[in-house]
């Protein structure tokens, strides 16, 4: 595919030959028992027969439709059956579904449907006050499927056919699913990830973490989430044929009764979420006696909460450090509770290639902290279609800059300690400064803007943006900053937390804004 970077020849071969690569597709994931409970979504339930089927038929629709091999489709979608069996679909067909999340909006749905040139959009009708159609109708794609009420779209209840043949399959090599970056410079990146390093990434992780056909999941990040589809999430349930249960949130009033009625046995969630389970067993009664695992990732969990797991929830804790990019490192389930609760795992792959450097490249002394590089059988070798990005992310030999700052131990354990990027991880979500910067800055009563990220015990970061205003213009409070960054198509939880007014900006030597200053000055107030 035009924009995609290939693995070089000799790691590709010695991926293969080392039985890193299979010829599996993620088309061919769903490996259960057909009679055995596949999915659970409210009161639905399908088993592995029934999912196969519905998956089958929605991949001829959407073969009917004009979707083909090749083609790129956006998928936003909230945790329901519908994304489950579009996601099947689709790369049964062999077409890439673009997985943006629920909370995206037109600044970065448009960007990804021009980036990629998608063929077709696929939504729901409405999240609460919002209308997925009335986005859909500015956009730049030939369809446009809806799950729900459709208007003059096409409705993803009527993308339905009786397969007639096996549609030919993609190549292990070939795109099977994009995922979004953090975002760290701007609106998100495309992650191309194909049908062999992504079935090697949550076939490895479900053997790590102990997935069989006996493990309930239960889902409440959003599905389209790297860490809830195949780490090893939904994927990773399938291809060892256990249950999924799709839950709205992670609030505890859905979530709790959830893993009490369907016995769920492993719940992902991100730091602000567990945190909140943590409080909320002293006011719900539900019984979650059924837990056994809670994986916690997204953002770094304090060693301190960590331990509280195991006395509180009554089950396994694992942390879990990894990026939609490829790297994904767990805390095994025969860990010391020491190595648990203070490191973020070590790599999933005897594969994974790693460096910790300073900044000149060179490799620091065993424990000393520096940026993370790796490289490996299921990490990119580039963004999609960003050449220029490329460039600076990845060293000459392939590995990829992370921009996160660790130090490893001897047992080759991870402990983060921060990021050289300049990004803001609010519960898990990544919030790029220099996108939100270049919104404010549109605001007629800014002349300048800088975004920082505030500590803080829930969230792990708050967002703060410094505003320099233009002379005689009064200063925006928060709310009318949030609602003129709505009108402009952006997702809401990149909103800022918080405003500071300032009259100049702290600067470095070289002339650049000083962010370390800016949040020393907030510590100072």
Not at 223 to 252: D, E, K, M, R, W
Not at 414 to 436: F, H, M, P, Y
Not at 453 to 472: H, K, N, S, Y
Request: net charge negative; with cysteine; aromatic share 8%.
């Amino acid at each position: 595919m035009d924009g995609v970077t290939a693995w070089p020849a000799d790691l590709a071969a010695r991926y293969e030959a080392e039985g890193y690569w299979s010829d599996r597709v993620l088309g061919g994931v769903l490996r259960g028992a057909p009679g055995k409970t596949a999915l659970v979504t409210g009161d639905d339930r399908l088993t592995y027969a029934e999912l196969y089927l519905r998956a089958a038929r929605t991949a001829a629709g959407f073969l009917d439709l004009g979707v083909r091999k090749g083609d790129r489709v956006v998928v936003q979608l909230p945790n329901t059956a519908a994304f489950v069996v579009t996601f099947l679909a689709l790369v049964r067909v062999g077409a890439a579904p673009i997985l943006a999340l629920p909370a995206h909006r037109e600044s970065e749905i448009r960007y990804l449907c021009e980036l990629a040139e998608a063929s077709a959009y696929v939504c729901a009708d409405r999240d609460g006050d919002f209308d997925y159609r009335a986005m859909a109708r500015t956009l730049p794609v030939e369809h446009v499927v809806v799950d729900g009420d459709a208007a003059e779209f096409t409705p993803l209840a009527k993308v339905d056919a009786e397969p007639v043949a096996e549609p030919e399959p993609p190549a292990p090599s070939d795109v099977g699913v994009f995922l979004l970056s953090g975002g760290t410079t701007g609106l998100p990146k495309l992650i191309p990830r194909t049908h062999r390093d992504y079935v090697y990434n949550l076939e490895a992780s479900a053997e790590v973490c102990g997935f069989t056909s006996s493990t309930v999941y239960l889902v409440v990040l959003p599905a389209a989430h790297n860490f809830a589809l195949a780490c090893p999430g939904i994927l990773g349930v399938f291809a060892t044929g256990g249950t999924v249960v799709l839950a709205p949130s992670g609030s505890p009033d859905e979530a709790f009764p959830l893993i009490e009625r369907e016995r769920a046995t492993v719940c992902a969630v991100v730091p602000p979420i567990a945190l909140l389970w943590l409080d909320a067993v002293t006011w719900q009664d539900e019984d979650l006696s059924s837990l056994q695992l809670l994986q916690v990732g997204g953002a770094k969990f304090a060693a301190e909460r960590a331990a509280e797991v195991p006395d509180v929830l009554g089950c396994q804790v694992q942390q879990v450090f990894g990026m939609a990019e490829g790297l994904l490192n767990y805390t095994r389930l025969d860990d010391p509770r020491d190595l648990v609760e203070r490191t973020q795992g070590r790599p999933l792959s005897p594969a994974d290639e790693i460096r910790v450097v300073d900044a000149d490249g060179a490799q620091v002394a065993p424990g000393e902290t520096g940026e993370l590089l790796t490289r490996g059988p299921y990490t990119l070798r580039g963004y999609y279609r960003a050449p220029e990005h490329n460039a600076r992310s990845f060293t000459p030999d392939g590995f990829y800059r992370t921009g996160d700052l660790v130090r490893r131990l001897p047992s080759g354990h991870l402990i983060v300690e921060g990021r050289e990027k300049d990004q803001i991880n609010r519960g898990g979500d990544k919030i790029s400064a220099e996108e939100l910067e270049g919104h404010l800055l549109a605001h007629p009563a800014i002349h300048d803007a800088a975004v920082v990220g505030v500590p803080d015990p829930m969230m792990g970061e708050r967002t703060c943006a410094f505003l320099i205003l233009r002379d005689g213009e009064k200063a925006p409070d928060l709310r009318d900053i949030k609602d003129f960054l709505r009108t402009r198509g952006v997702a809401a939880y990149k909103f800022p937390d918080r405003l500071e007014t300032t009259d100049t900006f702290p600067r470095t030597p070289v002339g650049k804004v000083s962010k370390k200053a800016l949040t020393a000055r907030i510590h100072s107030s």
